[in-house]
Each structure stands twice: as structure tokens, then as C-alpha cells.
Antibody
Framework: QLQLQDSGPGLVKPSETLSLTCTVS??????????WGWIRQPPGKGLEWIGSIYYSGRTYYNPSLKSRVTISVDMSKNQFSLKLNSVTAADTAVYYC????????????WGQGTLVTVSS | DIQMTQSPSSLSASVGDRVTITCRAS??????LNWYQQKPGKAPKLLIHAASTMESGVPSRFSGSGSGTVFTLTISSLQPEDFATYYC?????????FGQGTRLEI
């Protein structure tokens, strides 16, 4: 059974960099036909797609965050990661990692989510 | 960006009711539409992809339809575990935009 486990600091200071890692178990991150992505949800609000990466390293980012986001993959560790720099309070959210199909981009497996609070 | 508008934003219903949630895209997205269910404190769960293809294990009371710009999620007979928030998501073009959600309440 595929499992995704996201991890990282729950508190980040304004202007610093948010860093999260998603560890995939029960399957290979280099599986064809799937992307690996990050989706966030501010408290009490809706879902926002941040970006996705293919095992080859090809990335797609949300233009609203593109200048601040980097998603990378480490096949040796079966992990992918998110870095969001220059954070503000508006970046406070639950961050989820997920697996997305390559055709219809439905996110069929999710991590448990990490609440990241941006505060000094 | 392709904008997604769900209606209603909230809905009160009873066990056994039939409910329909609508999602409208700002331009045609063919069948590139996914539906999710989210319960408080949990990650969303993918119910339907490609507008009408059910994920494995999803009860048959859930169904999806539509293409182009108008899509619907129907629950034929509400069960207690169905009370949750539902989101649509377009996957025709990045950025993959979600609808604002429909909160289904008892």
C-alpha cells in the first residue's frame, strides 16, 4: 500500500524559507504515469495547488508562487521536497504532499498534512 | 487561469436525501475534472476523476457527470459518513485550480 509521509518544521519565521519533505513508501517515486505534488490549505479555507514534479525532474508550478517555489526529487531516498522562500503570514497553511495521475492529475494518495505557521 | 465556481457553498440535507453539487469552469475543460471529499482534520480523498470515473472503493451512491464547463457530483442517498466538504478541481491546464468547496451539513 502506497504511503506518503510529509515532514518538516511547523514554525517558520517571516522572510525565511519553508522546507518540507515527503517520503514515499510502498512504491517507487520513479513510477511512470504519476507526478508528485504539493497542495496547501490555509486554516478554514480551500485548497491551492502549489506545484508538481515528475521523477525525471520536470516541474510545473503555480504562477502565483513560481518565483518563490522549488520542488525537487531525490530518487535515491524515494523523496520529494518543497522549498518556499520569503514566507509571510499568508503562507500559513496545512501543506500536503500527494501523488497525481499524469493524465487527469487526480491526487489519489496524500500525506497526512503538516501545519506550517509563519510567525516571529 | 481557469476559474472554478462551485454551488452551493453550503448545503443542509438529511440522511437519505439526494443531493447535487455543481461546478462550473470559466472555459471549457473537456472532462478534466476531479471531485474530492474532505472531512475535518483529514486530507482530501479523491472520489472521481475525469468527470465521471469512480475511484476504487467509492460507494456507488456517488456519481459524477458533465463535460465542457458544467459538472455535477450527485449523492443518491446521503449516509451519515457523507457529511463533509466537497471540492472540484480542474486538471485541463496548470495551475490546477480547485473550486471553493461545498460544505454538506446535516
Amino acid at each position: 500500500q502506497l504511503q506518503l509521509q510529509d515532514s518538516g518544521p511547523g514554525l517558520v519565521k517571516p522572510s525565511e524559507t519553508l522546507s518540507l519533505t515527503c517520503t514515499v513508501s510502498g512504491g517507487s517515486i520513479s513510477t511512470r504515469n504519476y507526478y508528485w505534488g504539493w497542495i496547501r490549505q490555509p486554516p478554514g479555507k480551500g485548497l491551492e495547488w502549489i506545484g508538481s514534479i515528475y521523477y525525471s525532474g520536470r516541474t510545473y508550478y503555480n504562477p502565483s508562487l513560481k518565483s518563490r517555489v522549488t520542488i525537487s526529487v531525490d530518487m535515491s531516498k524515494n523523496q520529494f521536497s518543497l522549498k518556499l522562500n520569503s514566507v509571510t503570514a499568508a503562507d500559513t497553511a496545512v501543506y500536503y504532499c500527494a501523488r497525481l495521475g499524469d493524465t487527469y492529475a487526480g491526487a489519489d494518495y496524500w500525506g497526512q498534512g503538516t501545519l506550517v505557521t509563519v510567525s516571529s | 487561469d481557469i476559474q472554478m465556481t462551485q454551488s452551493p457553498s453550503s448545503l443542509s440535507a438529511s440522511v437519505g436525501d439526494r443531493v447535487t453539487i455543481t461546478c462550473r469552469a470559466s472555459q471549457s475543460i473537456s472532462s478534466y475534472l476531479n471531485w474530492y471529499q474532505q472531512k475535518p482534520g483529514k486530507a482530501p480523498k479523491l472520489l472521481i476523476h475525469a468527470a465521471s470515473t469512480m475511484e476504487s472503493g467509492v460507494p456507488s451512491r456517488f456519481s459524477g457527470s458533465g463535460s465542457g464547463t458544467v459538472f455535477t457530483l450527485t449523492i443518491s442517498s446521503l449516509q451519515p459518513e457523507d457529511f463533509a466538504t466537497y471540492y472540484c478541481q480542474q486538471s485541463y491546464r496548470t495551475p490546477y485550480i480547485f473550486g471553493q468547496g461545498t460544505r454538506l451539513e446535516i
